[in-house]
């Protein structure tokens, strides 16, 4: 099956820094990526969605100055949490989906870890 | 309004034995797709099984099986002969066709599913 990449798997960074998160598809080419978050024991929950070339859209009650999305090509995603603060701590996962799939099945990366001291 | 409900937030089943985990969803677009991801203690969001909605016969895929009553809104997954590794949270997701952009999924709470040998 399709993959897709999440880089870093795990970040530790201090309170007002920015991080940013990769999701990179590996072998297709992503027209749609999607990022959610997920706090511990609890559900998936998107924040974003992000089309190839054009501004990402984001779920109500998400702040897009806060979580910067960039999808300048059919194969990366780019996530950078600015100003990260102890509640942004959570699990952020991507997930892509392009061509050729019959069921527009979405696949999904790793994972990333964030943890803000 | 939840769109996906699963009532079970964690079950144990006996190694071998078949579990059932329920899922029920709402939604008022005439086409829509049911999914089950499993994810495991260290992340990643694995596909198990789809179901669209205009499909005549319950979707299988080796052990997991999507028992869909459309009439109740159900898709649940039975997983047979349960095995130690399929200990984790297990995710029930919907795409409604033509009210969700692209291929957005809205994730059900999950159930935690323990196995015991």
């Known amino acids: 099956g399709a993959v897709v990449s999440q880089h870093p798997s795990r970040v530790i960074c201090k309170s007002g820094t920015s991080v940013k998160i990769e999701c990179r598809s590996l072998?297709?080419?992503?027209?749609?990526m999607f990022w959610y978050r997920q706090f511990p024991k609890q559900s998936l929950m998107l924040m974003a969605t992000?089309?190839?070339?054009?501004?990402?859209?984001?779920e109500q009650g998400v702040e897009k100055d806060k979580f910067l999305i960039n999808h300048a090509s059919l194969t990366l995603s780019t996530l950078t949490v600015t100003s990260a603060h102890p509640e942004d701590s959570s699990f952020y996962i991507c997930?892509?989906?392009?061509?050729?799939?019959?069921?527009?099945?979405?696949?999904f990366g790793e994972g990333s870890r964030l943890t803000v001291l | 309004a939840q769109k996906i409900t699963q009532t079970q937030p964690g079950m144990f089943v006996q190694e071998k034995e078949a579990v059932t985990l329920d899922c029920t969803y709402d939604t008022s677009d005439p086409s829509y797709g049911l999914f089950w991801y499993k994810q495991p203690s260290s992340g990643e969001m694995i596909f198990l099984i789809y179901?669209?909605?205009?499909?005549?016969q319950n979707a299988t895929e080796g052990r997991y099986s999507l028992n869909f009553q459309k009439a109740r809104k159900s898709a649940n997954l039975v997983i047979s002969a349960s095995q130690l590794g399929d200990s984790a949270m297990y995710f029930c997701?919907?795409?409604?066709?033509?009210?969700?952009?692209?291929?957005?999924?809205?994730f059900g709470g999950g159930t935690r599913v323990l196995v015991k040998p």
């Open positions: 992000s089309n190839e070339g054009s501004k990402a859209t984001y």
């Open positions: 997930s892509a989906s392009g061509w050729g799939s019959n069921t527009g099945e979405l696949f």
């Open positions: 179901q669209g909605s205009y499909d005549q």
């Open positions: 072998d297709f080419q992503a027209t749609t």
């Open positions: 997701a919907m795409r409604e066709v033509y009210k969700a952009a692209g291929n957005k999924l809205t």
